[in-house]
């Protein structure tokens, strides 16, 4: 087989080591974050590699290349109408950083994908223009924009943040009839007696400190936690999945409530802001972290008006807590539930929104996130049985 360049040859594809010599010696320039073929490579700069050039480079070094890769790459290669491959997804392949989208290469190997930006294609139906802005929005690598807007179905469809959404505004619907109250709902005094809002002297009732999330002080606060929810939500997952978002949202919910029965004793709980901010602090983490890749439209000024929506509703909580404008029975609901799900997200969130082909499982620093916030958990439990009484804590008698 000496001197052949074909892609089939078992002489050079025979072994399952490795490849590192040739990333090192090919090792190209990095602007943005970004790899670039060399030019002994590409000498075009196009930023694709033919497969004969790479099977006669891997030749030339007397590399072997594991049959399973060489697959993925042959099915990538088919993938358009040159047989090239992105250097990238050629990196990627030989260092194992990535799975998912060459698994579905092997699938869909014969099905040819256009090499123009997304932002291009004309005459698409709503739902796959809505398909491409959430590949543009959540994304930040081109090929796996262009994988995700050609392979996307539609069934399971991103059913839980709908769900949630949903159940939230029946709730305050039928709250809002039955007290005749649409704004500051938390001063009237049969909202609290409900049974999904969390207060301190029912914190023996462990569901609420998860059915705290379907209440809302009042109209405001309703529309801009579903208007989050649906605009970041389920586009987030959409492309992560319902398990992955669906926990981080409840983990969110979760440590939102056990933070304020740690640091605000006194105070109730309602709205589902801290399932909230959990998305949108992850989703914002991982648009400054890929800021480079990223082609979401306006995304500057876009992060700059979320930021600036966040901040406010942090300052009017902060400001409904302690300078209440209406008298009230008893304390109002805490804030603390904001900055809990802003840490879980930029913690938690950010790993798992970075893991979009990667299984979690395998990753240590998730299993250090777990470990975290299981012992969270382990004393905000205790702190709930033991701390009450041990501090003699003056708590608001329960509705």
Request: charged share 15%; glycine share 8%.
């Amino acid at each position: 087989c000496a001197g052949c360049p074909g892609t089939g040859c078992p002489a050079w594809v025979r072994g399952t080591r490795r490849s590192p010599q040739l990333i090192k010696e090919s090792q190209p320039w990095r602007p943005s974050g970004a790899l670039c073929c060399p030019p002994q490579l590409d000498p075009e700069n196009t930023g694709f590699i033919g497969v004969e050039t790479f099977a006669s480079l891997v030749h030339s070094h007397e590399l072997p290349l594991d049959p399973a890769k060489l697959d993925m790459l042959v099915a990538l290669a088919q993938g358009n109408d040159e047989g090239q491959v992105c250097y990238q997804e050629l990196v990627d392949l030989i260092s194992s950083k990535r799975s998912s989208s060459f698994k579905r290469a092997i699938a869909n190997g014969q099905r040819a994908l256009p090499r123009d930006v997304l932002l291009d294609e004309t005459g698409l139906g709503f739902y796959k223009r809505f398909v491409r802005y959430v590949a543009y929005e959540i994304l930040p690598c081109e090929m796996d924009r262009r994988w995700y807007f050609y392979q996307h179905r539609t069934c399971p469809p991103p059913v839980f943040m709908a769900a949630v959404t949903l159940t939230q505004i029946i709730v305050f619907l039928c709250y809002g009839a039955r007290l005749n109250k649409w704004v500051l709902q938390t001063y009237h005094p049969e909202y609290m007696k409900s049974p999904l809002v969390y207060h301190p002297g029912h914190r023996a009732r462990a569901w609420r400190f998860l059915t705290y999330m379907f209440m809302h002080v009042g109209l405001e606060q309703l529309g801009f936690n579903a208007l989050l929810q649906l605009m970041i939500g389920v586009p987030l997952e959409m492309v992560h999945g319902i398990l992955r978002i669906s926990f981080l949202y409840l983990a969110g919910v979760l440590a939102g409530s056990l933070t304020v029965s740690i640091t605000d004793m006194r105070a109730p709980l309602v709205g589902g802001s801290g399932g909230v901010y959990a998305l949108c602090s992850a989703h914002l983490a991982n648009v400054v972290m890929n800021w480079a890749g990223m082609r979401c439209p306006y995304k500057l000024l876009r992060m700059v008006l979320a930021l600036v929506c966040m901040s406010s509703e942090v300052g009017r909580a902060v400001w409904l807590r302690f300078s209440p404008p209406l008298p009230a029975s008893g304390p109002q609901p805490s804030f603390m539930a904001h900055l809990a799900g802003a840490i879980v997200g930029i913690s938690m969130g950010l790993t798992i929104l970075r893991s979009y082909e990667e299984s979690l499982q395998d990753q240590c620093g998730w299993w250090v996130l777990l470990l975290s916030y299981g012992t969270f958990l382990l004393f905000a439990v205790f702190w709930n049985i033991f701390a009450y009484d041990l501090l003699g804590a003056q708590i608001p008698p329960p509705p």
